[in-house]
């Protein structure tokens, strides 16, 4: 099956010298469920980044849907953008606004800024609203305001706001660090559900490999800056993670 996702030899270094990754090779098909694991610092958050280029990276390239986005910026940054759905640890919604406004705002991509400052949004989109909010079991919050809202129900949101880009690849990065146990299967319920029945590829990044393990069909570890692990679910063994989450620099 053909990648969606490349790295060739990618290395990023920050500007004050710490070095975010250091050689990574790596291919994502479609339609996979990929989770990333290591300890604080290993650099998942880097990688992750580096595929929507909120992070350039320093040598090598990335490809996505065959392309390679080192360069891209303006419109193909845009398109790029539209196309990956992120998803924070903390949400980025806009608390004081309601949920059906939140939601709308994954559609501002597509509409000329002073249209999306007034609210004006389209019939069509505001149906498109109400379905992304079904399809994450939200529906009956769609005019309630996202402060009265618990974590898990906000991660949800933002996962419905999302989907109004109709991405094909979502990252996710540490959706579930700041969720209680049971909100955090719901969340990850839903992107299980948008991997399976949309056929989005997913990336998410997590702390826990009890969750990758039970929702990803493909777990990478890293560690340093560098794949130290990659294997589809079926082989993957609870003592592998072992190393990658021994304490002692390499
Ligand atoms: N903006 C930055 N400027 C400088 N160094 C950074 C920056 N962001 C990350 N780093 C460094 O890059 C390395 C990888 O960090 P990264 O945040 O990608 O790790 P992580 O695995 O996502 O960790 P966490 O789970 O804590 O988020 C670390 O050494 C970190 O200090």
């Known amino acids: 099956m053909e990648s969606i996702i490349s790295f060739k030899d990618v290395k990023k270094v920050y500007p004050n010298g710490n070095v975010g990754l250091k050689n990574i090779n790596l291919d994502i098909k479609k339609g996979e469920f990929v989770a990333i694991v290591g300890l604080s610092g290993a650099g998942k958050s880097t990688l992750l980044r580096t595929i929507n280029k909120m ?18 910026r303006d419109k193909s940054l845009r398109k ?14 806009v608390k004081q606004s309601t949920v ?17 400052v007034l609210g004006l949004f389209s019939k069509a989109d505001k149906q498109k609203a109400v379905e992304a909010l079904r399809s994450v079991n939200m529906i009956e919050k769609l005019y309630a305001k996202v402060d009265d809202l ?19 690849i979502i990252l996710a990065d540490e959706p579930i660090a700041s969720l209680d146990p049971v909100t955090s299967s719901a969340v990850m319920d839903d992107l299980k559900r948008l991997n399976e029945e949309l056929g989005m590829t997913v990336v998410v990044n997590l702390h826990s490999v009890r969750i990758a393990r039970t929702y990803a069909s493909r777990i990478i570890g890293i560690r340093a800056g560098e794949i130290v692990y990659d294997q589809p679910i079926e082989n993957v063994k609870k003592e592998d993670f072992a190393e990658i989450y021994a304490n002692k620099a390499k």
């Open 55 to 72: 992070h350039d990276i320093t040598s090598g390239d990335i490809l996505v849907n065959g392309e390679s986005i080192v360069h891209y």
């Open 100 to 116: 059906q406004r939140n939601v709308l705002n994954g559609r501002v991509g597509y509409y000329p800024t002073w249209k999306s």
């Open 150 to 168: 618990s974590g898990g129900q906000q991660q949800r949101v933002a996962i419905a706001r999302t989907l109004m880009q109709d991405p094909n």
């Open 80 to 93: 790029l953008r539209r196309n990956i759905g992120m998803i924070f640890q903390s949400f980025n919604l």
